[in-house]
């Protein structure tokens, strides 16, 4: 079991009020955070726990300006306050046109440009499911969060990319995506990692003359509250998605790893 199902919060999204007032905590926020207009820009979806929150631990410690962001403003707040004045939290529903379009304002207003995009929010880790006799509105749902989320999102967010000298797109991944190792279960979570992974390979070959590397990454079973007790630390598996967050210019782009190997697709 492995991959960014312990990295999304629960709330449900939140309404029109709570979006103007994460475009007001946000912008105040991000213009204490940093007035260094060198320092990369990184957003990261489902930050606000597990996986996502010590990835934008992690790259607020290599100097990064951080947009924390959760489909619940308050959660992401909590979170930000607990890691640094470098991170700013932001309210974000990947599924909400509203919310991308937001936040795509918000980041072009204040910084000009996006450096990392951390692909990480997932739903519906379905362990109760088997394919045969899946519940494909479960299945439907999954896909909104866990792949068309991501698609649409960098989407929005691909000017702002394009705007970078350093994009990198970072699509937490999972191994219940590798068809090479895939046996029964959890059809909901696998079926659309395994499209996420393909959404990948393609991003990166029409993104490459751009610059921007795009890479799955798999950070392993983790000891999250989806994840469940027994899995690695949670700061081993955020280290392979900030490693491919921060690669090198002409670092491999179309690839899926973890731990910085490359895993059999």
Same mark, same amino acid.
């Given at each position: $079991?492995?991959?960014?199902? *312990?990295?999304?919060?629960?709330?449900?999204?939140?309404?029109?009020?709570?979006?103007?007032?994460?475009? =007001?905590?946000?912008?105040?926020?991000?213009?204490?955070?940093?007035?260094?207009?060198?320092?990369? !820009?990184?957003? !990261?979806?489902?930050?606000?726990?597990?996986?996502?929150?010590?990835?934008?631990?992690?790259?607020?410690?290599?100097?990064?300006?951080?947009?924390?962001?959760?489909?619940?403003?308050? +959660?992401?707040?909590? +979170?930000?306050?607990?890691?640094?004045?470098?991170?700013?939290?932001?309210?974000?529903?990947?599924?909400?046109?509203?919310?991308?379009?937001?936040?795509?304002?918000?980041?072009?207003?204040?910084?000009?440009?996006?450096?990392?995009?951390?692909?990480?929010?997932?739903?519906?880790? *379905?362990?109760?499911?088997?394919?045969?006799?899946?519940?494909?509105?479960?299945?439907?749902?999954?896909?909104?969060? @866990?792949?068309?989320?991501?698609?649409?999102?960098?989407?929005?967010?691909?000017?702002?990319?394009?705007?970078?000298?350093?994009?990198?797109?970072? @699509?937490?991944?999972?191994?219940?995506?590798?068809?090479? *190792?895939?046996?029964?279960?959890?059809?909901?979570?696998?079926?659309?990692? %395994? +499209?996420? @992974?393909?959404? =990948?390979? $393609?991003?990166?070959?029409?993104?490459?003359? *751009?610059?921007?590397? %795009?890479?799955?990454?798999?950070?392993?079973?983790?000891? =999250?509250? $989806?994840?469940?007790?027994?899995?690695?630390?949670?700061?081993?598996?955020?280290?392979? %998605?900030?490693?491919?967050?921060?690669?090198?210019?002409?670092?491999? =782009?179309?690839?899926?790893?973890?731990?910085?190997?490359? !895993?059999?697709?």
């Amino acid at each position: $079991m492995s991959g960014s199902h *312990d990295s999304h919060d629960s709330t449900a999204s939140a309404a029109s009020t709570a979006s103007a007032a994460s475009a =007001t905590s946000a912008a105040s926020t991000a213009s204490a955070a940093s007035t260094d207009s060198t320092a990369p !820009v990184a957003l !990261v979806t489902g930050g606000n726990r597990g996986i996502g929150r010590e990835v934008c631990r992690q790259l607020a410690g290599l100097d990064h300006i951080v947009l924390l962001t959760a489909r619940s403003l308050k +959660a992401a707040e909590k +979170a930000a306050a607990e890691l640094g004045t470098s991170v700013v939290p932001v309210q974000l529903d990947v599924t909400c046109e509203d919310d991308r379009q937001r936040v795509a304002r918000e980041v072009r207003d204040r910084f000009g440009r996006l450096d990392v995009l951390v692909n990480n929010a997932a739903i519906a880790y *379905d362990t109760w499911q088997c394919a045969v006799s899946a519940d494909l509105d479960v299945v439907r749902e999954a896909a909104e969060t @866990n792949l068309y989320g991501p698609w649409r999102l960098t989407q929005t967010l691909l000017p702002l990319l394009r705007a970078s000298r350093r994009g990198r797109v970072v @699509n937490v991944s999972s191994g219940a995506a590798s068809l090479a *190792d895939m046996g029964a279960g959890t059809p909901a979570y696998a079926t659309t990692k %395994v +499209a996420l @992974n393909a959404l =990948t390979r $393609m991003l990166a070959a029409e993104l490459r003359a *751009d610059g921007i590397l %795009v890479n799955s990454v798999c950070p392993g079973w983790v000891d =999250t509250d $989806m994840g469940g007790p027994g899995g690695r630390p949670v700061a081993d598996g955020a280290a392979g %998605v900030v490693w491919a967050a921060t690669l090198p210019g002409g670092g491999p =782009t179309g690839g899926f790893f973890r731990d910085g190997v490359r !895993v059999e697709w």
